[in-house]
């Protein structure tokens, strides 16, 4: 996720590959909001995500369709050194 004055851009992917990209992404304060177009059942979905951006943890929430989803929390992960290898990291990702 890239942030430039109030606007943020980027992608999300889940578990399963599918990869959205960030629609109307804004972060004023430490709120932070964005909607994604995913797939779904041979169709598409609006998912609107809002949440706070705090001490390098995104906690976000997700609804669709007026119902509420589910609450998710990234935190910023930088690549290890395991002996001659970098090791990254292995959480959902928001870039």
Do not use: Y
Not at 27 to 39: C, H, I, K, M, S
């Amino acid at each position: 996720m890239s942030i430039s004055g109030t606007a943020a851009t980027g992608t999300l992917s889940d578990p399963s590959g599918q990869v959205w990209q960030i629609e109307n992404g804004k972060l004023e304060g430490d709120q932070l909001t964005f909607d994604v177009t995913a797939r779904e059942h041979g169709g598409t979905k609006n998912i609107h995500f809002f949440g706070q951006v705090a001490d390098g943890l995104i906690t976000l929430h997700n609804e669709s369709h007026g119902k509420r989803g589910q609450t998710m929390s990234f935190h910023r992960c930088a690549p290890q050194k395991v002996g001659m290898h970098m090791k990254k990291c292995n959480l959902p990702r928001l870039r």
